[in-house]
């Protein structure tokens, strides 16, 4: 989604029945998409990625790419 802010918010979906993981492998996939939108949209902006999960994201090293976490509380609140 483009905002008027000039930030383009990028969202990936995943379930898990725990609190999430982005280990070093899960990091490099998702940065590869990242990129890939960059190429294929030719979108200038700066891209925020968005993490919706079932029960939150674990906070580790890999982890500080996400610049939003949606759990799905939220979505049902």
């Known amino acids: 989604m483009q905002r ?4 383009t918010d990028i969202c990936e979906m995943k379930h898990s029945a725990n609190i999430f993981h982005i280990d ?4 490099r ?3 590869n998409k990242l990129d890939a939108y960059r190429v294929l949209s030719k979108d200038k902006r700066t891209l ?7 029960n ?6 890999n982890c500080n790419m996400i610049q939003k976490e949606i759990v799905m509380d939220e979505l049902f609140a």
């Open 56 to 61: 939150g994201v674990a906070h580790n090293n």
């Open 48 to 54: 925020h990625l968005v993490i919706v999960t079932t």
């Open 24 to 27: 070093s492998d899960y990091a």
């Open 29 to 31: 996939d998702l940065q």
């Open 4 to 7: 008027a802010d000039g930030f």
